[in-house]
Every structure is written in C-alpha cells, then in structure tokens.
C-alpha cells in the first residue's frame, strides 16, 4: 500500500499539470469540444488525489492532517473539487486555468515534501482536531478561489477600461458574475472558518496545555475573519461592491497565505504550542 | 447543367446602383410572372440592400445571361446600370455562388447571417409563385443545409460586426443579466435605433428614449415599449440608467464629466457604462477616468468590431470547405438524374426483388418448372420496364435540367432510388 502511495504521489502534480494544460489549451483556444474533455481531466485527477488521500489515512492510521504539507495536499483537493463543483453548476467557461495552477502548486509542493509519518501525538487524532482543521481548510479554500475570481475581476475591469479586448476580454465570465464568485466563495470560506475558529475556540484549550490567545496563527487567522466579516457585512449592507470589494477579498487572502508562511515556516509548526 | 443566374451586389455596384434595383416582395412576384411568361422554367429572386440576384433554369437552351439582364432593367429602369455592374454564372458556379451567399462569406459583413433568413424568404416567395421547381427545391435544400452548417461548424457568424451590436455585447462583458437592468437611449436616430432594438431584443429591464424632436422618441419608444424622456432634462436622470448609449447629431457635449460625477456618486459607485456611438461625441471622454464607469467611443468599438470580422474572416476556408461538400453532394445527385445510371439503378432494384420472390417459392415448383419459372419472372420484368427504359433514353441526349431530369428524379424518389447515393449530410 506505501508503494502504491508512494507512486499516486508523484502521479498527482504530473495529472494536475496535464489538466492545467488541458483548460489552458482551452482558454486559449476556446473550442466547444474540449468542454468535456478538460471536465474529464479534472475528475480523473480529483479521483485519483481522493484515493491517495484514503490510502494515507488508512496505511498511516491518521488522516493527512498534522503538518503543512499533509495540509497542502488536501488544500490542492479541496480548491479544484471546489472548482469542479462551481464549474457544473454555473457552466462557467475560462476561469478554471486560474485557479487549477494553485492545486498543482500546492500538491508539487506537498509532493516534494511529505513525509510517510506513522507516529502522531495522539491528541493529532481527535476527531474534533479533524472537523477544526478540515473546516479552516475549507474556509482557506473558498477564500483562495474568491481571491482568484477577485484577480480576475480586476484583470477585466481594467481591460475594458483600457479597450483592451484580448483573450481575457473573450474568454471570462461578465464583471457581474466574477463579482458574485469571488463573494459566493468568501461567504462560504468565512462560514466554514467561523466554525474552524468556534471549535479552536472551544477545544484548543482543553487539547493543549500550553495554549495561548496570543499564538501567531489565531491572531493572523481572527484578522483575516475579521476582513472578511467587514467585506461581506458591508456587501449585505449595500455600501460596498465591485472593485472595492474584490480588493478586500484579495487582501484577505495575502493576509492568509503571510500569515500561514509565517507560523507554518518559520515556526516550524501549526499552532505555536504544538 | 443548365442553370443561369446574374447578380449586382456590393462588390460590383455602387448603394444607389444597388437601390434602384432593389425588388419589394410584390416586386419581386410581378418580375417572377414575368421571367416565366418570357424567359425561364423555375427560379428564384434574392433581393436585399446590398444585392439583386436572379437564378433561373431558362425555357430555351439558348438563352442568355443579358436577356435575364434586360428584363430587368426594362422591369426596373435604372439609369447608369451598365453590364459591368453584374456579375454572371453559369451551372456549378451559379449553385455555389448561391451556397456562398446562404452561408454569409459573400456579404459585405462576412458572416452576416440576415442573408440566410433572406434566402429562406426568396425561396418562399418562389414556392407562393410556383416559380420554385424540382431543381430549385433541390438546390434550395442544399443551400439551407450549407448555410446551417457555417453558423454550426463554424464561427464565421460570431461576434459583433456593427458599431451598435458591438456596443450592446461590451454591456454583456459588465452585466450579467440585463434583464435586470434599465437603459437609455440618448438620439432616435438609425444608429441609436438599432441600439435600441439590439438591446431590446437582449431583453433589457427597461428602456427609455430621448430626442430633440419629442415625437420621433415617442414613435420609437411605442415600437419598442419604452419610456420618453423629454431630451431637455434627460441629463437629471442619468444616474438612474445602468447603460447610457448616446447617438446624436449635437455638436456640443451632452453629458460633462461632472454630470457622470455626480450620477455615479447617486447610483452609489453601481457600474455605469456610458456608449458613445455620435461623432462627434456626446459624453465627455474623460469621463473614462472615473471609477465604475466603462466609457467607450466609436473608436474603441471599433476595435471590437475590426477584431471580430478578422476572426469571422479566418473561418472563411472553413465555410468553403462546406461549401464544396455540399456542392458535391448536390453533383452527385444531379448526376444521378442521367439516364443511363437511373435505368441502370431501377432494372437493378427490379432484378434484385424477382430474385428474391423466385428463391422463396422456387421450392413450390418442379425442379423443370423452376427454370421455366426465372425466365417468365424476367421476361415479365422486362416487358414492364421496356417502355420507361424507352422514355428515358429518347431525352437521354439531352443536356441541362430538362423534363427527362425531373422524371428521372421522380422516378427516384418514386422506387427509392435515390437512397443508393451517398447520405447527405444533415
């Protein structure tokens, strides 16, 4: 079974690459008749990356959840699921390149640097330590796709300012709609994240002896709610839109990405006090 | 293959050339009764802004192009039209200069697709008239089928080729749906109607018209059932438009950059989008400095418009591609209206069934009376085929489409003949 993982685990950037390829032929070329062959790509990748991720939990008696790279491997897989999922349901063509090449960088990273860890601190076990970190990466997730859609948007907006009709011009989806992505993704990130937070909140100081407030990771991850607490509260309200709220969305998400290359990196660790 | 046709269009002639010989639907009836009486067997009459054509199996086999020419210009005098202003074919070159037509590559927007409903109204108006015959029927098939398959395969009718549509597609690239959205027309001249009815026929929300002279936006405004807004204080209620096209003859700015200030501060930085399509321009360029507004002139929906006929240009071998398959289809079945393979194909069918009776029952009759058997079946079968095989070769030197084509043709839609040839291509 280590073998099989172990081989499924250098397949994976091999098959995320070749989808990427595949959507960006697409994008730049934008026939017809590669809508189902891309999708294809995409489950046949996502469905390999489930099965590795099964077979990981099984052989090392834990799921892939206790240290970065473990991490990055179910980021990969929740963003393009995530994607897959958007893609169905909207049928919404050219912005799948974006957003697949921050899979393929996670999964490559996480590849290089996985380590086949069968010995983890029991605590590393709870379920309720699952439901906290799958939950955040699923917030962390919908904010990178709502920080892409957020990308986009600018890209286009200033293309049309600028009379720029070009490929971006042709192949993404209308400003309204970008728009509404990358705020449908933020809300969704910020729901799945309260609860990633409510449960650290909780558990976190009866897991852990040497639990602090102050920890780098609570006080980047609080701020980062907070953005987007701001962001969509004043969405709801009426006071903010277009431009301006993308902004926020993409701010909220380089605060993310700082602050986990910070805590994960530099501290060597998740949370300070493990 | 006898089949004649004269065209002046945008390539040979200039608009008012092009004007006067411009047929109206009653027109074009009376010139059909008229080309049967005098000159030809069946045909068709296509006649739009941009092309008067005439396609026509003539009554004689002498005819000629210029008494098609002729009939025409004594049907429609037209001062300065002169021979060189038509372009003429003959045979092949007829039925595919009709298939290039259908499918748009010889508009002068390539890609146009009002020709093919054009096409479709003509031939209409050719079967009102029974002016549309056996062959015509068959070309016009062929032709519909050309032309659906360019708009299908290929993408030679995508994309806006006008200054207006351009400008209501660029609305499509902000807005997602439009149908929630409230738009105003600022001039009710051509090209601020066509916006109009371009953005009407996308199912806009709202639409409201203004013009210097009230009663042309009112007229406007009934046929599109929009709302007048009196052109003198039109500016007060910009802010309450998600879309501003502006197509008027003024002089002067209209909208300053300070009025659009002001609008979308109002419209609490919801995106603005302001066309100007007037020249000279009616909002103020520099508005496009200005957050949430998308501000865009004739010259950058020109951009668009250049962009997309260059595109619509690429796909041209695509449509020829087409083109020829089809005109070989339509060959290979023409073809088949000779009369040496048609007698061929129906003593085959004939042959083919008495076979397959005389193998199932031969077993009923005396090994002696068995032989006796297959020659009365083909004795019988030749004495009934003898006389169609008689009909069909006495016009079998006859070259075009004449009354022996279109028995042969019946004759093959008749038995099922026709179903020996290649499929056609749907």
Redesign the interface.
């Known amino acids: 079974m280590v073998s099989a993982i172990h081989t499924i685990n250098i397949l994976l950037p091999v098959f995320y690459l070749l989808t990427l390829a595949v959507y960006f032929y697409d994008f730049i070329k934008g026939e017809k008749k590669l809508i189902n062959v891309k999708r294809v790509f995409l489950f046949i990748t996502l469905f390999l990356h489930l099965i590795y991720i099964v077979l990981r939990t099984v052989a090392f008696d834990h799921p892939p959840i206790t240290n970065v790279f473990e991490i990055f491997t179910i980021l990969a897989i929740t963003i393009s699921f995530s994607y897959f999922l958007v893609e169905l349901v909207s049928d919404i063509r050219g912005t799948g390149p974006f957003i697949i090449v921050l899979s393929f960088i996670f999964q490559l990273i996480s590849s290089l640097f996985i380590q086949d860890l069968v010995e983890v601190k029991d605590v590393l076990r709870s379920n309720l330590l699952g439901t906290h970190v799958i939950s955040a990466l699923l917030g962390y997730s919908g904010f990178t796709i709502s920080a892409v859609y957020g990308f986009l948007y600018l890209v286009?907006y200033k293309d049309?300012?600028l009379?720029r009709?070009g490929l971006i011009?042709n192949r993404l989806?209308?400003?309204?709609?970008l728009e509404?992505l990358s705020l449908y993704s933020a809300v969704i990130g910020f729901i799945t994240l309260t609860i990633a937070i409510i449960i650290g909140i909780i558990w976190l100081p009866v897991a852990f002896p040497n639990f602090s407030f102050f920890d780098p990771k609570i006080i980047t991850t609080s701020l980062v709610w907070v953005l987007y607490g701001i962001g969509i509260t004043s969405k709801v309200l009426?006071?903010w839109?277009?431009?301006?709220l993308v902004l926020l969305t993409i701010s909220g998400f380089l605060v993310a990405i700082i602050s986990t290359i910070l805590s994960n990196f530099l501290a060597q660790s998740f949370h300070s006090f493990y | 293959m006898n089949l004649l046709a004269i065209s002046i269009n945008h390539r040979t002639a200039p608009v008012e050339l092009r004007e006067a010989l411009f047929l109206k639907k009653d027109e074009a009836r009376s010139f059909i009764k008229l080309a049967k009486e005098n000159l030809l067997k069946e045909g068709l009459i296509l006649s739009t802004c941009n092309r008067t054509e005439i396609f026509g199996v003539p009554a004689t086999s002498d005819l000629k192009h210029q008494k098609i020419q002729e009939l025409l210009l004594n049907f429609k005098p037209a001062q300065n039209v002169n021979e060189d202003h038509f372009q003429k074919y003959f045979s092949r070159d007829a039925v595919k200069h009709l298939f290039s037509v259908a499918t748009g590559i010889d508009s002068l927007l390539v890609g146009d697709n009002q020709v093919f409903k054009q096409v479709k109204d003509s031939f209409q108006i050719a079967e009102e008239t029974n002016f549309a015959g056996y062959f015509m029927h068959r070309i016009f098939d062929s032709a519909i089928r050309a032309g659906k398959r360019a708009i299908s395969e290929t993408k030679i009718s995508d994309g806006a080729v006008t200054v207006s549509y351009a400008a209501v597609q660029l609305t499509e690239k902000i807005f997602s749906k439009l149908n929630k959205k409230s738009a105003l027309i600022i001039g009710t001249g051509e090209t601020g109607e066509i916006a109009a009815k371009h953005l009407a026929g996308k199912g806009i929300g709202s639409l409201a018209v203004t013009n210097r002279t009230h009663e042309k936006a009112e007229k406007l405004a009934e046929e599109l059932n929009a709302k007048v807004i009196p052109f003198l204080e039109f500016k007060e209620s910009i802010f309450n438009f998600d879309i501003i096209i502006s197509a008027t003859s003024s002089h002067e700015i209209l909208i300053s950059k300070d009025d659009v200030k002001q609008a979308v501060k109002k419209r609490s930085n919801e995106p603005f989008i302001l066309m100007d399509i007037a020249i000279p321009r009616d909002i103020d360029p520099e508005s496009k400095k200005l957050d949430h507004v998308f501000y865009h002139d004739m010259d950058s929906l020109n951009v668009i418009v250049q962009q997309n006929l260059t595109k619509r240009k690429a796909e041209i071998p695509k449509v020829e591609k087409i083109i020829e398959e089809e005109l070989n289809n339509f060959w290979e079945w023409y073809n088949s209206l000779q009369a040496a393979p048609a007698i061929k194909d129906l003593r085959e069918l004939f042959e083919e069934i008495r076979s397959e009776e005389v193998d199932k029952n031969k077993n009923k009759f005396s090994s002696d009376d068995q032989e006796k058997l297959d020659i009365i079946t083909k004795r019988i079968i030749n004495k009934i085929l003898h006389h169609p095989t008689i009909e069909l070769r006495k016009n079998d030197n006859a070259s075009g489409l004449g009354d022996a084509s279109s028995k042969i043709g019946i004759i093959r839609d008749l038995f099922g003949l026709s179903s020996k040839q290649k499929p056609d291509k749907k």
């Not at chain 1, 989806?173 to 709609?177: A, I, T, V």
């Not at chain 1, 839109?241 to 301006?244: I, Q, S």
């Open positions: 286009l049309i300012k009379n009709f011009f989806p209308n400003l309204e709609m509404r009426g006071n839109r277009g431009k301006r």
